[in-house]
């Protein structure tokens, strides 16, 4: 990524960053632990990609002052981090270790980790409801965001996708229902915070066009996502190496072998880029999708 892309990224993820301590800086006394669980697991790194994503697609549907969106945009981040802790518990994918750290129910007794999971989730939807109480937008606006955003969420996006990785655990799949499974659980989410993005851009003609980038973009980014737990490290990737081969989860490389996975992704991350074609200025989500391909964590 050049250098101006870069700073841009920078300037995105700090932002970010700062808005989500802003958001749990509260402890109260008798309930004081959840949030510690809360923040631990904000504040254990990631990419905050979904927030960038909704601030960029803001941006290029002509918002000039797309920062002044990024509490919305928190509010992905907050789901997305949800998700994680939820999945890394013992009943679902029983990960010890997220992002390098040991996690959320390993940190914290696993029913204050699930608490903070639920308390995550619901914080996301308050973050959107008080932007329209605030003024920052329409009361018909947060309505539509928190339509989509609850999709997401919902038996068609995440907890669907992790119903049917857990319907499947220890069975054959083919490549359809694999599609499906990570469209939901995966490119949901992804999907939510590009159309976000284009709604408080108010331009919405370009949906279409912003979900079909995330479909493909998602996609891609599960497909490296399975790659590297074949071919990356622990210090890379802040977990164990192969646990998805040693839970019996299927994945693309599972299912197709890692070459032929490898070609799908950049296929797909070609059909990633033919749709930012729609967008004026999409250079620096354009460096970015390509870079998302060759990405080491």
């Not at 309930?31 to 510690?36: K, S």
């Not at 891609?220 to 790659?227: L, S």
């Not at 210090?235 to 839970?247: C, V």
């Not at 019996?248 to 070609?263: A, C, R």
């Amino acid at each position: 990524m050049n250098d101006m892309n870069k700073a841009t990224l920078d300037y995105y993820v700090e932002l970010i960053d700062n808005k989500l301590l802003e958001l749990t800086h509260s402890k109260p006394e008798l309930q004081g632990q959840v949030v510690e669980a809360m923040e631990y697991s904000l504040q254990a790194g990631g990419k905050r990609l979904r927030p960038v994503l909704m601030l960029e697609f803001c941006r290029m549907c002509g918002e000039r002052q797309p920062e002044k969106y990024a509490e919305i945009a928190c509010s992905i981040e907050l789901i997305h981090t949800f998700s994680l802790i939820h999945d890394d518990l013992p009943c679902m994918d029983d990960d010890d270790y997220r992002r390098g750290k040991p996690s959320c129910h390993k940190a914290f007794p696993e029913n204050i980790a699930l608490l903070a999971g639920d308390a995550l989730n619901t914080l996301a939807f308050e973050v959107i409801a008080n932007s329209a109480m605030n003024g920052v937008i329409s009361a018909d606006k947060a309505v539509m965001l928190i339509s989509v955003l609850a999709r997401a969420v919902g038996t068609d996006g995440m907890i669907g996708g992790q119903v049917i990785d857990l319907k499947y655990e220890n069975k054959e799949i083919d490549v359809d229902t694999l599609n499906i499974l990570q469209t939901c659980k995966t490119g949901a989410l992804i999907e939510a915070a590009c159309v976000m993005g284009v709604i408080l851009g108010d331009k919405l003609e370009a949906i279409p066009f912003a979900a079909d980038y995330a479909q493909a973009m998602g996609r891609a980014f599960q497909i490296v996502d399975d790659i590297l737990d074949v071919t990356g490290t622990f210090e890379e990737l802040g977990k164990p190496i192969g646990s998805d081969s040693e839970q019996h989860k299927n994945t693309y490389v599972s299912l197709l072998g890692l070459d032929k996975s490898e070609q799908i992704a950049k296929q797909l991350t070609v059909q990633a880029l033919g749709h930012l074609k729609y967008f004026e200025d999409s250079v620096f989500l354009t460096e970015l999708t390509s870079d998302m391909l060759t990405r080491r964590s």
